[in-house]
Nanobody, 126 residues
């Protein structure tokens, strides 16, 4: 059974930084891709950053380019999201996602993933 557990969320002032972690367990082989999504109250879930875990190729939403960085530690089966220069509009529940099958198209969309974590809240105050 695949399990994704996020951690690292919290409250921070605008301009600050937060690093989220997603520890993955329960699968015998590497994922194809992993992503970070966020959902604010009353808004749709949006893709923030994603990585093809085999080659390390990364993708970002325009709204976070230059501020967020997705990375991985294969030995720990963990994916990170370093968030810098945070803005109040970055406030949301952040979710980690993983998938093992091949997928054609953008990997910054929810249908590209099969497994989801429970989410971790990030609140940015002005």
């Amino acid at each position: 059974q695949v399990q994704l557990v996020e951690s690292g969320g919290g409250s921070v002032q605008a301009g600050g930084s937060v690093r989220l972690s997603c520890a993955a367990a329960g699968y015998p082989f590497s994922s194809d891709r992993m992503g970070w999504f966020r959902q604010a109250p009353g808004k749709e879930r949006e893709g923030v950053a994603a990585i093809y875990t085999g080659v390390g190729e990364t993708y970002y939403a325009d709204s976070v380019k230059g501020r967020f960085t997705i990375s991985q530690d294969k030995a720990k089966n963990t994916v990170y999201l370093q968030m810098n220069s945070l803005k109040p509009e970055d406030t949301a529940m952040y979710y980690c996602a993983a998938a093992f099958d091949r997928y054609w198209g953008s990997i910054l969309v929810a249908p590209a993933y099969n497994y989801w974590g429970q989410g971790t809240q990030v609140t940015v105050s002005s």
